[in-house]
């Protein structure tokens, strides 16, 4: 059984950054992709950002392209959301996700785990 624990979210201000972790556990991840996700208030689930576990392969959505980066480490089996200059519209839920080899990286579809969430808040 796969699970998800997200960690570091919190209440930021505008221009500060904040790293997100999703420790991974319940079997290995060869082939495994990891997503990151977000839900704000009344808004539906939005694609931030995601990594292939095996050959490190990054997509990112537009909104979050230059401003965040997503890694992994095999040790630890984590992944994590670096957030550089954060605005108040990344304002949000954050989710990871994971699926063995997802069709399509962005959609929250594809995605059979997920973890419970960590909220982060960014004032202006």
């Known amino acids: 059984q796969v699970q998800l624990v997200e960690s570091g979210g919190g209440m930021v201000q505008t221009g500060d950054s904040l790293t997100l972790s999703c420790v991974a556990s319940?079997?290995?991840?060869?082939?495994?992709?990891f997503g990151w996700f977000r839900q704000a208030p009344g808004k539906e689930r939005e694609f931030v950002g995601s990594?292939?576990?095996?050959?490190?392969?990054?997509f990112y959505s537009d909104s979050v392209k230059g401003r965040f980066t997503v890694s992994r480490d095999f040790a630890k089996s984590t992944i994590y959301l670096q957030m550089n200059s954060l605005i108040p519209e990344d304002t949000a839920v954050y989710y990871c996700?994971?699926?063995?080899?997802?069709?399509?990286?962005?959609?929250?579809?594809?995605?059979?785990?997920w973890g419970q969430g960590t909220q982060v808040t960014v004032s202006s």
């Open positions: 996700a994971a699926d063995l080899t997802p069709t399509t990286v962005a959609l929250p579809r594809e995605y059979e785990y």
């Open positions: 990594i292939n576990w095996d050959r490190g392969t990054k």
């Open positions: 319940g079997r290995t991840f060869e082939k495994f992709a």
